[in-house]
Nanobody, 124 residues
Framework: VQLQASGGGLVQTGGSLRLSCAAS????????VGWFRQAPGKEREGVSCLSGSGGIPYYIDSVKGRFTISRDNAKNTIYLQMNNLKPEDTAVYYCVVDTGRSLNRICPRLTGSWGQGTLVTVSS
């Protein structure tokens, strides 16, 4: 699976962005998908995941209530809606798709397919 992420940019504190990740080479049906981010000087962290069955998504505590992950299988695209953005959300965001189809796995393996990253900058 090849992934193309987009939607990053510069936004003020409290603003919103929607990241998109378009997949090609295979359909996303029943793949666990997710978004990771890496801020300057910090380790990469998993932000949100959605299982292949589309069950209850996972969010790290710092984005709960502000971010929403979704998928549109018809468009073969993953989204991350980010509201009420904070300066600490500044990072390069990556979409990830798991290595294989699974109904039960919530988050994709790190060995899955990665998009190229899109930069989100939140100014204070």
């Amino acid at each position: 699976v090849q992934l193309q992420a987009s939607g990053g940019g510069l936004v003020q504190t409290g603003g919103s962005l929607r990241l998109s990740c378009a997949a090609s080479g295979d359909t996303l049906d029943y793949y666990a998908v997710g978004w990771f981010r890496q801020a300057p000087g910090k380790e990469r962290e998993g932000v949100s995941c959605l299982s292949g069955s589309g069950g209850i998504p996972y969010y790290i505590d710092s984005v709960k209530g502000r971010f929403t992950i979704s998928r549109d299988n018809a468009k073969n695209t993953i989204y991350l809606q980010m509201n009420n953005l904070k300066p600490e959300d500044t990072a390069v965001y990556y979409c990830v798709v798991d290595t294989g189809r699974s109904l039960n796995r919530i988050c994709p393996r790190l060995t899955g397919s990665w998009g190229q990253g899109t930069l989100v900058t939140v100014s204070s």
